[in-house]
């Protein structure tokens, strides 16, 4: 079971990227998947994470209201829609899939998750 993240780049201050995260297999049915990043020189942080059903997510403070998180999983994906991007955004963004099959408590912690995507780069310049 492979995650791949894409979608990343380099964008101004305001501006919108949307992050992919596809599974290799039909694995995200059922299990909550999250987005993390890590900011240069900083310890990976939580982002948002979205339920196994889809009907739930949590967010950040720093990213409520600017990010989006969704799923379809009959692509076997996971999105992040970003708006509105701050330099404070800089980071490798990676996507997770939660160990326990349809976890009710979230977010899980980052321990929880056994299952990373690469990262992919997103870059915000002022």
């Known amino acids: 079971v492979q995650l791949q993240a894409s979608g990343g780049g380099s964008v101004q201050a305001g501006g919108s990227l949307r992050l992919s995260c596809a599974a290799s297999?039909?694995?995200?049915?059922?299990?909550?998947v999250g987005w993390y990043r890590r900011a240069p020189g900083k310890e990976r942080e939580f982002v948002a994470v979205?339920?196994?059903?889809?009907?739930?997510?949590v967010y950040a403070e720093s990213v409520k209201g600017r990010f989006t998180i969704s799923r379809d999983n009959a692509k076997n994906t996971v999105y992040l829609q970003m708006n509105n991007l701050e330099p404070e955004d800089t980071a490798v963004y990676y996507c997770?899939?939660?160990?326990?099959?349809?976890?009710?408590?979230?977010?899980?912690?980052?321990?929880?998750?056994?299952?990373w995507g690469q990262g992919t780069l997103v870059t915000v310049s002022s």
């Open positions: 979205i339920s196994w059903s889809g009907g739930r997510t």
């Open positions: 997770a899939r939660d160990s326990t099959i349809r976890r009710l408590r979230l977010p899980p912690q980052m321990s929880e998750y056994n299952k």
């Open positions: 297999e039909r694995t995200f049915s059922g299990y909550n």
